[in-house]
């Protein structure tokens, strides 16, 4: 399968702990993406990376949060002293420069329970 | 800033009917729209996408969906809905290069 993967799917973590997740794009797009979906509403956008450059963060993605993408291959997303709020599922995608006006493929999320 | 709604949070429907979910737009220029479908373990899913032309566009799955900039709409439409179909369905438009920004979501079931 060559699709977006995420790792790990689900991740319980106790108040306090720090989480990391990580996200493998479709091998030749140079975009990748962090979304946040709580339940019950679509997913908000957290951050972009072209190759390995980071270019925009949400606003939402207050100082516990960080994102690296060191290669412009894999990404990874940390949540240092994660707090009940931050319990959600945590999509990534990506997207090729000569796609189609941004088309987004995604992975199948890592789904997030703090404790 | 752009947002985009969808008025009906749940719709149910039985299976062989036609099916039809709302979305409106805000932004001012022509915006880029999609519709994704997301089924309970899966990733997000790309049905259908409108740049430009022709209004009325073709995905996949047998779904279609119609731009009307006078009712700032993009409606998804299924003439006959299929025990699959049910999941959750989300609406996004980009006014940029790589920021979606997407609907609440509309929670399809389809009863026997």
């Known amino acids: 399968d060559t699709g977006v993967s995420q790792d790990p799917r689900h991740k319980i973590t106790k108040r306090g702990q720090n989480v990391t997740f990580r996200c493998d794009p479709i091998s030749e797009h140079n975009r990748l993406y962090w979304y946040r979906q709580t339940l019950g509403q679509g997913p908000e956008f957290l951050t972009y990376?072209?190759?390995?450059?980071?270019?925009?963060k949400s606003r939402l993605l207050s100082d516990r949060f960080s994102a690296e993408r060191p290669k412009g291959s894999f990404s990874t997303l940390e949540i240092q002293r994660t707090e009940q709020g931050d319990s959600a599922m945590y999509l990534c995608?990506?997207?090729?420069?000569?796609?189609?006006?941004?088309?987004?493929?995604f992975g199948p999320g890592t789904r997030l329970t703090v404790l | 800033a752009q947002s985009v709604t969808q008025p009906d949070i749940h719709i149910t429907v039985s299976e062989g009917a036609s099916l039809e979910l709302r979305c409106n737009y805000s932004y001012g220029a022509t915006p880029y729209l999609f519709w994704y479908v997301q089924s309970p373990g899966q990733g997000l899913q790309l049905l259908l996408k409108y740049f430009s032309g022709d209004t009325l566009v073709q995905g996949i799955k047998g779904f279609e969906a119609e731009f009307k900039r006078s009712q700032s709409s993009f409606n998804l439409r299924k003439p006959s809905v299929h025990w699959s179909d049910a999941a959750e369905y989300f609406c996004?438009?980009?006014?940029?290069?790589?920021?979606?920004?997407f609907g609440a979501g509309t929670t399809v079931t389809v009863r026997a």
């Open positions: 995608a990506s997207s090729a420069d000569e796609s189609s006006y941004n088309e987004q493929f």
């Open positions: 990376f072209q190759n390995e450059a980071q270019l925009e």
């Open positions: 996004a438009e980009s006014s940029n290069d790589y920021k979606l920004s």
